[in-house]
């Protein structure tokens, strides 16, 4: 199997290097894991592409590239630019802190298996919640290393993967606990955290310029039953199936009846 893996934490990001084993014992020894992440941080930049400008992208080692730009933008460089063949899947992660909930709307992570997806790939990303019981561990990451391999060769043996014009990706996010004490796997929603919207805290520097630094909110606040967080925080791995298509389905037959 060939694997594309990378993240939106950047490419010296610990949990790349958590993601980078998961990859390596999915696709085995005579497998590829193909290593092409963003150079700097790009957490926060959801689906965004480098539409106007250009990315420089630098070959560190075989099989591993820097790219000056977002997940996004790093998986159009890995299909169409540097890798000899496309991917037999996409991996974005281990990201460092949940995307869940409605972090998912602004999640580079999240933003990288889309990208796949519109590609035609079978993507999953990958997030590792963190908490009281995993944020002084010795490796906060240790659910994720510990049982990620096994999850995505749950996922690629036991899930839908379609072909549809909006194609399947799924969402995971280990739960803030150590490997030992996860309780299983459950398919979710993606939830709502009342309390966890964005926000801005203005700050004044010793120059005198004004600086709006985005904030965020309580990260664990529990979700509505049957939802990622909500999953997370009882110690279970949330599975959300996605699609990037926005249209609210629901309400199509409604409005057609009001308005046309």
Same mark, same amino acid.
């Given at each position: 199997?060939?694997?594309?893996?990378?993240?939106?934490?950047?490419?010296?990001?610990?949990?790349?290097?958590?993601?980078?084993?998961?990859?390596?014992?999915?696709?085995?020894?005579?497998?590829?894991?193909?290593?092409?992440?963003?150079?700097?941080?790009?957490?926060?930049?959801?689906?965004?592409?480098?539409?106007?400008?250009?990315?420089?992208?630098?070959?560190?080692?075989?099989?591993?590239?820097?790219?000056?730009?977002?997940?996004?933008?790093?998986?159009?460089?890995?299909?169409?630019?540097?890798?000899?063949?496309?991917?037999?899947?996409?991996?974005?992660?281990?990201?460092?802190?949940?995307?869940?909930?409605?972090?998912? %709307?602004?999640?580079?992570?999240?933003?990288?298996?889309?990208?796949?997806?519109?590609?035609?790939?079978?993507?999953?990303?990958?997030?590792?919640?963190?908490?009281?019981?995993?944020?002084? %561990?010795?490796?906060?990451?240790?659910?994720?290393?510990?049982?990620?391999?096994?999850?995505?060769?749950?996922?690629?043996?036991?899930?839908?993967?379609?072909?549809?014009?909006?194609?399947?990706?799924?969402?995971?996010?280990?739960?803030?606990?150590?490997?030992?004490?996860?309780?299983?796997?459950?398919?979710?929603?993606?939830?709502?955290?009342?309390?966890?919207?964005?926000?801005?805290?203005?700050?004044?520097?010793?120059?005198?310029?004004?600086?709006?630094?985005?904030?965020?909110?309580?990260?664990?606040?529990?979700?509505?039953?049957?939802?990622?967080?909500?999953?997370?925080?009882?110690?279970?791995?949330?599975?959300?199936?996605?699609?990037?298509?926005?249209?609210?389905?629901?309400?199509?037959?409604?409005?057609?009846?009001?308005?046309e």
């Open positions: 199997m060939r694997i594309l893996i990378t993240n939106d934490d950047g490419i010296n990001a610990p949990g790349l290097t958590v993601l980078t084993e998961i990859a390596q014992a999915v696709a085995g020894p005579a497998g590829e894991v193909w290593t092409i992440a963003p150079a700097f941080e790009q957490s926060g930049v959801g689906h965004c592409i480098s539409y106007t400008r250009p990315t420089m992208v630098a070959e560190l080692a075989p099989r591993r590239y820097a790219v000056e730009g977002s997940p996004a933008d790093c998986v159009l460089a890995a299909v169409h630019d540097i890798m000899p063949e496309r991917p037999d899947l996409v991996l974005s992660g281990v990201n460092r802190g949940n995307n869940a909930a409605e972090n998912v %709307l602004y999640s580079g992570t999240i933003g990288g298996a889309m990208e796949a997806a519109l590609q035609g790939l079978p993507a999953i990303a990958l997030s590792q919640y963190i908490g009281p019981d995993n944020v002084a %561990l010795e490796d906060m990451f240790d659910s994720a290393r510990g049982i990620g391999a096994d999850t995505v060769r749950t996922l690629l043996n036991g899930a839908e993967w379609d072909s549809a014009d909006y194609r399947l990706f799924y969402n995971v996010n280990f739960p803030p606990c150590p490997a030992a004490a996860v309780k299983g796997l459950r398919v979710t929603a993606q939830g709502w955290r009342s309390e966890t919207d964005h926000r801005v805290m203005p700050h004044v520097s010793p120059s005198g310029r004004r600086f709006l630094y985005v904030t965020g909110g309580p990260q664990n606040v529990p979700t509505a039953p049957g939802t990622d967080v909500a999953a997370n925080l009882e110690g279970h791995v949330s599975v959300t199936p996605m699609r990037a298509d926005l249209t609210a389905h629901d309400l199509i037959a409604p409005l057609r009846e009001r308005l």
